[in-house]
């Protein structure tokens, strides 16, 4: 099992910033991939940005070039630090961990971004 905690979401402006962060409740390196996934209302989920173990990195097409994940394994903590926001990232974003070797996925239990015009 593996519990996630994430923190960091609120309101904030179009083109503000904020960050998001992601704590696991064991160790990063037994767990292959991290990242963050959004539900926006009457959407399904889908995914923003992952991180490996390795440091390799994978973003939505919608998000590149102004979101950044990003992991400290001292502290088992990933985070998404996201700019120059716009009103169609407003969503529930949920941090998402797969272990190595494979256990299950598993989610935090969300935080809301809101993002206004």
């Known amino acids: 099992q593996v519990q996630l905690v994430e923190s960091g979401g609120g309101l904030v402006q179009a083109g503000g910033s904020l960050r998001l962060s992601c704590a696991a409740s064991r160790s990063r390196i037994s767990l292959n991939i991290m990242g963050w996934y959004r539900q926006a209302p009457g959407k399904g989920r889908e995914l923003v940005a992952t991180?490996?173990?390795?440091?390799?990195?994978n973003y939505a097409n919608s998000v590149k070039g102004r979101f950044t994940i990003s992991s400290d394994n001292t502290k088992n903590t990933v985070y998404l630090q996201m700019t120059s926001l716009k009103p169609e990232d407003t969503a529930i974003y949920y941090c998402y961990a797969r272990t190595l070797p494979w256990t299950g996925d598993f989610w935090g239990q969300g935080t809301q971004v809101t993002v206004s015009s």
């Open positions: 991180i490996t173990k390795g440091g390799s990195t």
